[in-house]
């Protein structure tokens, strides 16, 4: 079985771009959530999205933003690129039902540089 | 509100000893679960074990065991026989809500702690 993947792996922007990131989460998953990782604020949440639905969104501003299709592949984009948005992005896939799909996998990260 | 700690900044174990790192929780919530992710320099987050709440046994992955202690909001992780390549970040993290259909909420995250195994 796949695990997650996330695309790309690095990415280099200019600050004022917008950036896409993709996350496939394991097959059978429909649940997606997406963390930001950086040195100063640890992990924190960004989102989660279950069948297509943003169930749960963090402290973040507007400018972080995400979707999630039909075949549960998701995507997050960050739009006018601030210095401190560089970051590791990690996406979580789960079976989001509760019991046995508690497991949460995660992806091997993007990792964003702002220039 | 919720809270995990981890006090341990940094640990050293020697290759095949074992090694204790801690983390402590805060919640209000009866239902929860707990889990452990080791991250290497890659930055990949590997899922190491789950301990839910209601659960009554501890749970045990291989080499790793969480010594689960409810009463006192700990949920320490235990390496048996450490390896070189078990040097890594280690996180405790926790979901309210653990139970239910379509429940997967965020997961509370603690600071981590550094583990080198040193040959």
């Known amino acids: 079985k796949a695990g997650v993947t996330q695309t790309p792996r690095y990415l280099i922007k200019t600050r004022g771009q917008q950036v896409t990131l993709s996350c496939s989460p394991i097959s059978g998953h429909r649940s997606v959530s997406w963390y930001q990782q950086t040195p100063g604020q640890g992990l924190q949440f960004l989102f989660e999205y279950f069948s297509e639905t943003q169930r749960n969104k963090g402290n973040f501003p507007g400018r972080f933003s995400g979707r999630q299709f039909s075949n549960s592949r998701s995507e997050m984009n960050v739009s006018t690129l601030e210095l401190g948005d560089s970051a590791l992005y990690l996406c979580?896939?789960?079976?989001?039902?509760?019991?046995?799909?508690?497991?949460?996998?995660f992806g091997e990260g993007s990792w964003l540089t702002v220039v | 509100a919720q809270k995990i700690t981890q006090t341990q900044p940094g640990m050293f174990v020697q290759e095949k000893e074992a090694v204790t790192l801690d983390c402590t929780y805060d919640t209000s919530d009866q239902s929860y679960g707990l889990f452990w992710y080791k991250q290497p320099s890659s930055g990949e987050m590997i899922f190491l074990i789950y301990?839910?709440?209601?659960d009554e046994q501890n749970a045990t992955e291989g080499r790793y065991s969480l010594n689960f202690q409810k009463a006192r909001k700990s949920a320490n992780l235990v390496i048996s026989a450490s390896q070189l390549g078990d040097s890594a970040m280690y996180f405790c993290?926790?979901?309210?809500?653990?139970?239910?259909?379509?429940?997967?909420?965020?997961?509370?995250w603690g600071l981590g702690t550094s583990l080198a195994v040193n040959p």
């Open positions: 979580a896939s789960s079976e989001g039902t509760g019991g046995s799909g508690n497991t949460i996998y």
């Open positions: 301990q839910g709440s209601y």
């Open positions: 993290a926790m979901r309210e809500g653990s139970r239910g259909a379509g429940n997967n909420r965020k997961l509370i």
